[in-house]
């Protein structure tokens, strides 16, 4: 194996590890701060606020975060960016032995800061890769993800009465995993852009926008990130109304996160072989699979059954659209591309998980999947458009 393949794989593996703390901290987020939320906010429908303000923290920071990067570089960025989440994790933590919700909301919105960093993880595979083994990259780096599917909620079941007022030891735990994800990201050699790239600008973002892969891709990210969120965010409460215990849908929520990133490892091989629309198109079909098994009953089964069939359609949908955002831009201009793009998806998780706390809170478990069915609609018309736009232009 030549140096630089083994480099390579060096790099991808290490972002894998890093990918697994940033989930590890993200489903431990998604496990507890609904319900700790519900647990202080003055109003039921504004349980979910916490986790809003997470994505929100992320949707603020990250066009900004893709620029500082473009400045001082890939490592020292993504460093500087982690340490802003041990800051959050203890604001979070404080809030909790404080009761105060408001603190809670600030110290998630701090926390998602750190997440907007992590977000490019899979974008940082992609440099580091050569064309033909892009996909795969990226597919291994979200792989990453599957630890922390399995250890995230793990660690809240144990650490979520173990000090103080319940939740606080869950969310001081998250500052070990920081501390982790930035020791790693210390031995990672990431490509930074010459001085030349640095300095160009490329073409208008106007411009980089109008093709139509561009587009596709960004909606289909934002949207399959949106609605796996807008359903996820919700069904805690969901079981919790259910008379469904805390322990079941931890275990819910973590076999949710595995199936997100178990298919990783095959993920890219698929694209390989048959290409990333009609992965993407498979990954849309799954979400309306899950949809209908979560409206078929309220047993944990069907709680279950439907966020891991969830998982795996928007791990094809979310590495496919990946894959396509990377054939639109040059070098110079990926901060812009890629900041535009983690915009849209943080945007889009912010409105999903603020209005799935309304709509699960007032009007139940099975609107809140009769209102995901649109967007899948839509994605799939936007696929079924690139798919017959790229045919005609090969043509």
């Not at 700790?36 to 929100?56: I, Q, R």
């Not at 587009?215 to 805690?236: D, E, H, K, R």
């Amino acid at each position: 194996m030549s140096s630089s393949v083994s480099n390579t794989h060096r790099n991808v593996g290490l972002l894998a590890a890093c990918q697994a703390m940033l989930f590890t901290n993200n489903s431990t987020l998604i496990a507890i701060n609904g319900l700790a939320g519900l647990a202080l906010a003055p109003t039921a429908s504004l349980a979910t606020l916490p986790v809003t303000c997470w994505v929100v923290g992320g949707a603020i920071a990250t066009m900004p975060a893709s620029q500082y990067m473009k400045k001082v570089g890939r490592q020292s960025g993504l460093i500087r960016g982690a340490s802003i989440g041990i800051v959050g994790a203890l604001i979070c933590a404080a809030a909790v032995w404080e009761a105060s919700f408001w603190l809670l909301c600030f110290g998630a919105l701090v926390f998602g800061t750190f997440n907007s960093f992590g977000q490019y993880y899979r974008f940082v595979a992609a440099e580091v890769a050569p064309p033909d083994f892009r996909a795969t990259a990226v597919s291994l780096v979200l792989a990453g993800g599957l630890v922390g599917g399995i250890l995230g909620p793990t660690i809240s079941r144990v650490t979520v009465d173990l000090i103080g007022p319940k939740f606080t030891g869950a969310y001081l735990a998250l500052v070990a995993f920081v501390l982790v994800t930035m020791a790693i990201l210390s031995r990672i050699r990431m490509p930074d852009l010459s001085a030349a790239e640095q300095a160009a600008t490329g073409r208008p973002m106007s411009e980089i926008a109008r093709q139509p892969k561009y587009i596709v891709a960004v909606m289909a990210g934002a949207i399959s990130y949106g609605v796996m969120n807008f359903l996820m965010t919700s069904t805690p409460i969901a079981m919790r109304g259910c008379g469904h215990p805390f322990g079941d849908a931890a275990f819910v929520i973590s076999s949710h996160v595995v199936a997100m990133f178990a298919p990783s490892f095959v993920t890219g091989a698929l694209i390989k072989r048959f290409g990333t629309i009609p992965v993407m198109l498979a990954g849309a079909a799954l979400n309306v699979v899950s949809i209908s098994v979560a409206l078929s009953g309220l047993a944990v089964a069907n709680f279950w059954w439907s966020l891991v069939v969830l998982g795996v359609g928007w791990n094809f949908l979310y590495i496919g659209a990946t894959t396509l955002l990377t054939e639109t831009y040059r070098p110079e201009e990926r901060a812009k591309a890629q900041g535009v793009n983690e915009t849209a998806i943080f945007a889009m998780m912010a409105l999903s998980s603020f209005s799935s706390g309304m709509i699960v809170t007032k009007a139940g478990w099975e609107k809140v999947n009769y209102a995901a069915t649109p967007l899948i609609a839509i994605v799939v018309a936007a696929l079924v458009f690139l798919f017959f736009n790229m045919k005609k232009a090969r043509a």
